[in-house]
């Protein structure tokens, strides 16, 4: 069972910054590709940010591409989510998500929902205009 925790939120003006983390519990979090995503207030829930197990590769949206980076440190079992210029659409609540399926490629990036197996309760992000 591995357990997520998220932190970073709060409130920001436009073109401001916040720095996402996501604490995991476990021993074999250094094996699973992670993931963020956002829901908005009435809105679904939609990828913002993929990285693989190893950290060599990372896939993001294309309304995040350029003013996103996730990033990882498996020694401290956190994965980051680096927000820079944002927006006031980027207003959501931010979860972090793992992979826990064995035997995945170093390579390899999940954008979809439905393959990660473990989830963070969230955190609120809100960019005032």
């Known amino acids: 069972q591995v357990q997520l925790v998220e932190s970073g939120g709060g409130l920001v003006q436009a073109g401001g910054s916040l720095r996402l983390s996501c604490a995991a519990s476990g021993r074999t979090f250094s094996t699973y590709p992670m993931g963020w995503f956002r829901q908005a207030p009435g809105k679904e829930r939609e990828f913002v940010a993929a990285?693989?197990?190893?950290?060599?590769?990372?896939y993001y949206a294309d309304s995040v591409k350029g003013r996103f980076t996730i990033s990882r440190d498996n020694a401290k079992n956190t994965v980051y989510l680096q927000m820079n210029s944002l927006k006031p659409e980027d207003t959501a609540v931010y979860y972090c998500a793992a992979d826990g399926s064995r035997g995945i490629s170093s390579r390899t990036v999940v954008t979809e929902a439905r393959r990660y197996d473990y989830w963070g309760q969230g955190t609120q992000v809100t960019v005032s205009s």
């Open positions: 990285i693989s197990w190893s950290g060599g590769s990372t």
